[in-house]
């Protein structure tokens, strides 16, 4: 990720600020630890879906209103994040990090300010962990990046280098049970059975299918731009992206990570709460006869193949994102 | 998106092509292949799974014959079985993949071959085919693969609309990769979930919007190479017989929409994954005796198999709902096969 990228992303202020006169970057190389605040709501209400219609959902936000997925927060590993929530809603809300003994309860109708340690370099899904899955499925979740003190260009110490890195946070949407929330009201969340999960919209960071050409979600590179991407399944589906173009390498696995030969995969299971780091290497297409010129274009999409519908149809409406290799972008990605 | 998400031309005659981009063009830079196949599509098919008649769609080999499955296909009926043949080339060797279209258009994607985008087979980035069109390749990494028509696919594949394929290194089969292991007996199983209630729409089932349900998929049929629970104990496409001492190579697609687990028994001792994906894993990685491994929909294993004492061993396919809030994988079905070690 550019220096200049970073700074806009911080700007623009999707949650995340940075206090103690240390700078605007969170993670770019820098002499001292800092403290992180990131001030949160968690909010019900309608979003958009890719085919027109809207489903109402439970989320963390960084404004006033529903944000699917919540705001992604950056830090360095050796960071403190300070963190204050605001619960206007009529249940408590809970924000855990996965892996980690990080778990803060804010009370219906009140707030809570807490800090902890960052954890080790990595991916991880900050979500809601109540009701057995429910309140993660219906949107209360979003994604936290550490990078490693000193590196811009790696996921932990002695990874992998990459010019830059993209996040798909995964999720599956059942509008019926925020149907059921909107006519009971959300307090009804507790009783919904996490084994009636009927999934009809799928997403990666809450965008479907042609919604995902954007900086953030598209990815761009040129030939040999190694492009580290940070995937993570909030959903209630287990999914399976499949890269066309180019087989992916697995560097990360639920924190574990790989510093020597790596597999090479082209479909990544993703189980719900999954946090698996790929590196695609943004190669010519091995198998391209006469070798390929100029930008190819391929897309990724979940192999689970219920996925790749909206409402039922509309294929491939769904968990659908494109890759092209051999053109920068135009925009840097922001992990957003 | 910039390369054609427009709605492209839908010609008149044809209803419901939503989205799609019709053609049937020429091969850039066509040359000579080293090989070759012809595919046909048919969606007539009938084959009886487990005592199921099931409407099954696929490729057949050119001039109709119909397919041979993977060695299986013993149901197959009118118009070709599931899955269609496989396509089996050598590392090095450009191929040529010729499809003819049959009542409705369709592509084939080399999955796991990795083209340039004009061969690739997925219609929303390049084109579908209506009529023919010469897939153009060059095999650059021996292992396992499949291919299957990328066109509604969420419906076109549970149809029955894929097969193997296979890239032997350039001395061909009997070593699974250049500088891999030897294997004296192989094994090809495309495992696979069948939900009855999706095999009766049309090709273009809800392609330009509407609820044809195909977001709620609840299989009630497995098979192995198109073989149901009441033959794939036995019948010698499917069920493995070595001599002790001989290594087997188990090529396992992983076919369906749920996730799977094969389990495989004790009595069989260790097991290797050799390779995943088409990709020789940097180490071979032990799947220890009675372990099992657990896979989501269109990944490949290589398993090296090595059993040392005669006998008959079951190796037992769990299937699992897809939907799993909770984390916890729920069981929908199951499957068995054997390997028998004389």
Aim: glycine share 14%; hydrophobic share 35%.
């Amino acid at each position: 990720m550019k220096r200049r990228a970073f700074l806009q992303r911080t700007v623009r202020g999707s949650g995340v600020l940075f206090a103690g006169g240390l700078g605007l970057l969170s993670w770019a190389p820098r002499s001292v630890a800092a403290t992180i605040q990131v001030a949160l709501g968690v909010h019900a209400g309608y979003a958009p879906m890719v085919d027109g219609t809207s489903a109402y959902m439970v989320t963390f936000s960084g404004g006033s209103s529903v944000e699917f997925p919540g705001p992604t927060i950056v830090c360095r590993e050796d960071d403190l994040v300070s963190i204050s929530i605001q619960n206007p809603l009529s249940i408590n809300a809970v924000f855990h990090v996965g892996r980690t003994a990080i778990r803060h309860t804010v009370g219906a109708g009140s707030s809570v300010n807490f800090d902890f340690e960052a954890p080790p370099a990595g991916t991880y899904l900050y979500y809601d962990d109540q009701n057995s899955g429910v309140n993660r499925s219906m949107g209360l979740h979003g994604t936290l990046v550490v990078m490693p003190a000193g590196s811009d260009n790696r996921s932990f110490s002695d990874g992998p280098t990459f010019v830059r890195q993209y996040k798909w946070l995964l999720a599956s949407v059942d509008p019926a049970w925020g149907e059921h929330l909107a006519n009971s009201g959300v307090a009804a969340i507790g009783g919904i059975d996490p084994d009636s999960f009927s999934p009809r919209y799928f997403t990666i960071n809450g965008r479907s299918f042609d919604q995902t050409d954007e900086p953030n979600t598209h990815i761009k590179g040129l030939v040999g731009d190694a492009t580290l991407i940070r995937l993570l399944n909030a959903g209630g589906m287990v999914n399976s992206p499949h890269f066309h173009g180019n087989h992916v390498e697995i560097v990360s696995l639920n924190g574990s990570n790989s510093s020597g030969a790596r597999k090479k995969k082209d479909i990544v299971s993703m189980f719900p709460l999954d946090c698996r780091d790929v590196l695609l290497p943004m190669a010519t297409p091995p198998d391209a006869w006469p070798p390929a010129s100029g930008a190819q274009h391929f897309p990724m999409h979940c192999h689970a193949e219920m996925s790749q519908t909206a409402g039922g149809g509309f294929y491939p409406h769904g968990m659908h994102a494109s890759i092209t290799i051999g053109e920068a972008p135009t925009s840097e990605p922001q992990l957003d | 998106m910039s390369h054609g998400m427009d709605g492209g031309n839908c010609p008149a005659g044809i209803t419901g092509t939503c989205g799609l981009h019709l053609d049937s063009p020429a091969t850039p830079g066509r040359v000579t292949p080293d090989i070759e196949f012809f595919r046909n599509t048919f969606m007539d098919g009938n084959q009886v799974i487990n005592g199921v008649n099931v409407p099954i769609w696929g490729f057949n080999e050119g001039g109709g014959m119909g397919g041979g499955g993977m060695g299986g296909g013993m149901g197959g009926g009118m118009g070709g079985a599931l899955p269609s043949s496989p396509i089996r080339v050598k590392e090095g060797q450009i191929v040529h993949t010729h499809l003819t279209t049959m009542m409705a258009p369709h592509t084939i994607h080399h999955h796991g071959i990795e083209p340039d985008t004009f061969n690739d087979g997925v219609g929303h980035y390049s084109f579908d085919v209506d009529g023919s069109y010469t897939y153009q390749w060059r095999a650059s990494q021996a292992g396992t693969y499949f291919y299957h028509c990328h066109l509604n696919t969420v419906l076109h594949a549970e149809m029955g609309m894929y097969g193997a394929l296979i890239i032997d290194p350039p001395g061909g089969p009997g070593t699974a990769f250049t500088g891999g292991p030897s294997y004296d007996v192989e094994a090809i199983w495309a495992v696979d979930d069948i939900d009855m209630a999706w095999h009766c729409l049309p090709w273009d089932a809800a392609l330009c919007g509407g609820d044809a349900r195909l977001n709620d998929f609840n299989p009630d049929l497995f098979c192995i190479n198109g073989l149901g629970e009441d033959l794939t104990e036995t019948d010698s496409s499917v069920a493995i017989t070595a001599a002790a001492g001989e290594s087997i190579l188990l090529r396992y697609i992983m076919a369906g929409y749920v996730p799977q687990r094969v389990n495989f028994p004790a009595g069989l001792g260790d097991v290797y994954i050799i390779a995943e994906d088409g990709r020789p894993l940097p180490q071979a990685q032990l799947v220890p005796a009675g372990g099992s491994v657990l896979m989501t929909p269109a990944e490949r294993y290589e398993f090296l198999i090595q059993p040392g004492s005669p006998g008959t061993y079951p190796v037992d396919i769990r299937f699992y709902d897809y939907r799993a809030v909770s984390g916890a994988l729920r069981q929908i079905g199951g499957i068995r096969s054997t390997v028998t070690v004389n």
